[in-house]
């Protein structure tokens, strides 16, 4: 540690804002892929999802979709909550 950089507080500040800045978002996304998963090769795109052979997300699918958004939105109400205890 230096008079001018505090190493240990700036590892713990580039880990956070990795982990909200990068982090939060990917697993939104991971979740919104879990509720839309990719066409099967040699599907045509005719009306309907069903008629395009589409697959649909499943149990499987919303449920990790599910725990993806919960843990999201649990890490935004903890931000906030510490802004509000914090001001």
Not at 2 to 16: E, G, M, Q, R, S
Not at 36 to 51: I, L, Y
Not at 59 to 84: E, H, M, R
Request: charged share 5%.
């Amino acid at each position: 540690m230096t008079d001018w950089i505090n190493l240990d507080a700036l590892w713990k500040i580039v880990v956070v804002g990795l982990l909200a800045g990068a982090g939060l978002p990917a697993l939104f996304a991971v979740g919104l892929r879990a509720l839309n998963p990719p066409t099967r090769p040699g599907a045509t795109a005719t009306s309907g999802a069903a008629a395009a052979g589409r697959p649909t997300a499943g149990p499987a699918g919303y449920a990790a979709a599910g725990l993806c958004f919960a843990v999201v939105l649990a890490a935004v109400g903890w931000g906030i909550s510490v802004i509000v205890n914090h001001s």
